[in-house]
């Protein structure tokens, strides 16, 4: 998710103002803001413990290899609580009053949605900002491995944005760059997940696609003709709002992945709008 220095953001960099329940240490679940290249000025919600826990392995993470690697909050342990993170936020909104926030982003040091507290958490964030920053979206950033758990789906229409990932729609590339937990589902059951959910979404679903090139012949990569056509075919079944392309940005988890070039991801851009017939998929660099 982040890089060496800010380990806990998923992507931007602090902008001078930052808020005093800054996550340093860890010592709070709020960061931030931080200027984001897909959600501008945007304050961070962490949920997840200091050691990066997540139910993939993306050789490309800004955050380093996962240390808890897992399939359920079952196996995890140390969440903080939801009145903890509520405090968190409402000090953390109430002193941003007279600034500018764009958004409000539960995002982090792994995969938020791990969370056993995730709806009870959203639904009092936005009570949060409706009384601090009424209009600012609340956005949940997830790998969507557990989109298809009831309990992560009951807590989706509580976003105003859901950004789902789907880096690839084929499972040996699935297998190879994002590296799932063991019991992890299946990418073509994450897409038949992410379907359902979109339909219940609305247009409030966005795909988010990082591409990856390799400086090691055979390793998995997802910046080719194959996997660009099977992630448009699973895209056009899940019918997003948008589907966001992007590289890497930071030092990786594996130094064998290197960034495409930005020809490349407009390439993709393109070749995937004329696929779908219609203009959703955007580069941001």
């Known amino acids: 998710m982040g890089s060496g220095e800010e380990p806990y953001i998923r992507e931007g960099r ?21 200027q984001s290249r897909r959600l501008g000025r945007s304050l961070g919600i ?115 944005r859901v950004i789902a990932k789907l880096d690839t729609a084929e499972q040996d590339v699935f297998k190879g760059v994002n590296r799932p937990a063991e019991g992890v589902a299946s990418v073509e059951r994450v897409v038949e997940n992410m379907v359902e959910a979109s339909a219940e979404l609305g247009r409030r679903l966005v795909v988010q696609t990082l591409v990856i090139g390799s400086s090691k012949p055979g390793l998995a990569t997802n910046d080719d003709e194959g996997s660009l056509s099977a992630l448009a075919s699973a895209v056009r079944l899940i019918e997003p709002q948008e589907v966001q392309l992007y590289t890497i940005a930071r030092a990786p988890a594996e130094p064998h992945v290197i960034p495409v070039d930005k020809p490349t991801l407009e390439r993709m851009m393109r070749v995937m709008n004329e696929m779908l017939g219609k203009s959703i998929a955007r580069v941001y660099t």
């Open 46 to 160: 962490d949920l997840l413990p200091p050691e990066k826990t997540c139910t993939f392995n993306c050789v490309y993470c800004q955050c380093g290899r996962t240390l808890n690697l897992v399939s359920s909050s079952e196996q995890c342990r140390g969440w903080d609580t939801p009145q903890r993170v509520a405090e968190a936020v409402e000090a953390a909104l109430a002193s941003l009053e007279r600034e500018r926030v764009e958004d409000i982003c539960f995002s982090g040091n792994g995969e938020p949605t791990l969370h056993p507290g995730l709806e009870e958490i959203a639904l009092e964030t936005r009570r949060i900002r409706d009384r601090h920053l009424p209009g600012v979206p609340v956005t949940l950033l997830t790998n969507s491995s557990l989109i298809g758990v009831p309990r992560v789906r009951g807590a989706l229409p509580l976003f105003d």
């Open 14 to 34: 602090r902008s001078a103002s930052v808020v005093e329940t800054q996550r340093r240490g860890f010592a709070s679940p709020v960061y931030g803001p931080v």
